[in-house]
């Protein structure tokens, strides 16, 4: 339908790692580790949907549809912050109680003392450098990232059209 209607690109991103985010943390975990059951929710998600984008694009004949790793971008720094210069992936700069997981960021909330340090923002949404960190997995990331494809090659393709 959407080819129909004249789409051309359409970017699809997969699910996060929703058991790894201060939320679910806060809920579901005991000792830092990520939520298993949502983890693997995801794991069997995205493999799915990866599969239908190229089903779709296959049926269409033209790489219209690209798939974000949204997993993939996400894990890299989860799973080992300080590589990204980051102090912790599993507490969020700002809201309350563990793992700063819990409500929203009010201004009753703690706040951390320097954002830049922290992946999540909040008890689900990356911090502003984390979000600068999956940017750039969409614009030059591999196929591991972006498939068939990331945004710098179709902006290249496409402006040559």
Same mark, same amino acid.
């Given at each position: %339908? ?17 058991? +790894? !985010?201060?939320?679910? &943390?806060?809920?579901? @975990? ?6 298993? $059951? ?6 069997? *998600? #995205?493999?799915?949907? *990866? $599969? ?5 694009? =296959? ?9 974000? #790793?949204? *997993?993939? %971008? ?14 912790? @992936?599993? !507490?969020? +700069? +700002?809201?309350? /109680? ?11 909330? #703690? &706040? ?11 008890? *689900? ?9 999956? !940017?750039?997995?969409?614009?030059? /990331? ?7 494809? =990331?945004?710098?090659?179709? &902006? ?6």
């Amino acid at each position: %339908m959407l080819f129909e209607l004249g789409a051309r690109r359409v970017l699809v991103t997969a699910t996060g790692p929703i058991g +790894c !985010v201060p939320a679910e &943390l806060a809920l579901r @975990s005991r000792n830092g580790e990520c939520a298993i $059951e949502l983890q693997r929710a995801a794991s069997l *998600f #995205n493999p799915q949907l *990866f $599969e239908m984008i190229d089903g779709l694009n =296959n049926e269409i004949g033209s790489s219209i549809f690209i798939a974000a #790793n949204a *997993f993939d %971008m996400h894990m890299d720094f989860v799973s080992n912050p300080q590589a990204y210069g980051f102090v912790t @992936s599993k !507490v969020a +700069c +700002c809201g309350q /109680g563990p793992y700063n997981g819990l409500g929203l960021c009010t201004t009753l909330s #703690n &706040l951390c003392p320097n954002r830049n340090l922290f992946a999540f923002w909040d008890g *689900f949404h990356p911090s502003e450098k984390a979000n600068r960190i999956i !940017v750039q997995r969409l614009l030059t /990331g591999s196929t591991q990232y972006m498939n068939p494809m =990331n945004l710098s090659t179709i &902006l290249a393709m496409d402006s040559r059209v």
